[in-house]
T-cell receptor, first 113, second 114 residues
Framework: EAGVAQSPRYKIIEKRQSVAFWCNPISGHATLYWYQQILGQGPKLLIQFQNNGVVDDSQLPKDRFSAERLKGVDSTLKIQPAKLEDSAVYLC???????????FGPGTRLLVL | AQSVTQPDIHITVSEGASLELRCNYSYGATPYLFWYVQSPGQGLQLLLKYFSGDTLVQGIKGFEAEFKRSQSSFNLRKPSVHWSDAAEYFCAVAGNTNAGKSTFGDGTTLTVKP
């Protein structure tokens, strides 16, 4: 069974530029999560989707971050414009349903200069 | 609001020795509790979880954890550590209204001495 796929794996941008990350969850998984993991900290949930609807986005900085999950499968997370403090690893996870085990992708490491 | 504290940033143990990683949580009702492991260059992997029932939970790779409501703790244990257990370990808590919304601690890095 294929795991959660993420791309790109690494990205370096200048501050104020925009960037997008892509996630392909495990086939059949209804719930998809985006986390931000800053160096030395645990992952922080940014947004949670159930199929193509948002369940929780209370910690998403909506002035600069946006995410969508069209058709309830793949998802993209966008940052526009990026700030230095956005440097982090962005993790995507999926689960069959909300209470089921979350499976994490390898992450996208973002460096904002 | 839910929160997790992992008091030990870094722990070093000898191979074959026992291990205990501490986790304290804050949540107003019965929590859902998790332990994850993150190896360098790899994604997070679930070791075990507690939702209800028996307070001693068995996980993968020989790990276990015990939920102690009176102490608001969910410590992870392993009787004999292997060199391959060197990694970062995260404790997380979620509520029963949204078991998917996990709050993670800042992790404990485990070093295993030969």
């Amino acid at each position: 069974e294929a795991g959660v796929a993420q791309s790109p794996r690494y990205k370096i941008i200048e501050k104020r530029q925009s960037v997008a990350f892509w996630c392909n969850p495990i086939s059949g998984h209804a719930t998809l999560y985006w986390y931000q993991q800053i160096l030395g900290q645990g992952p922080k949930l940014l947004i949670q989707f159930q199929n193509n609807g948002v369940v929780d986005d209370s910690q998403l900085p909506k002035d600069r971050f946006s995410a969508e999950r069209l058709k309830g499968v793949d998802s993209t997370l966008k940052i526009q414009p990026a700030k230095l403090e956005d440097s982090a690893v962005y993790l995507c996870a999926s689960s069959l349903y909300q209470q089921e085990t979350q499976y994490f992708g390898p992450g996208t490491r973002l460096l904002v200069l | 609001a839910q929160s997790v504290t992992q008091p030990d940033i870094h722990i070093t143990v000898s191979e074959g020795a026992s291990l205990e990683l501490r986790c304290n949580y804050s949540y107003g009702a019965t929590p859902y509790l998790f332990w994850y492991v993150q190896s360098p260059g790899q994604g997070l992997q679930l070791l075990l979880k507690y939702f209800s029932g028996d307070t001693l939970v068995q996980g993968i790779k020989g790990f276990e954890a015990e939920f102690k409501r009176s102490q608001s703790s969910f410590n992870l244990r392993k009787p004999s550590v292997h060199w391959s257990d060197a990694a970062e370990y995260f404790c997380a808590v979620a509520g029963n209204t949204n078991a998917g919304k996990s709050t993670f601690g800042d992790g404990t890095t485990l070093t295993v001495k030969p």
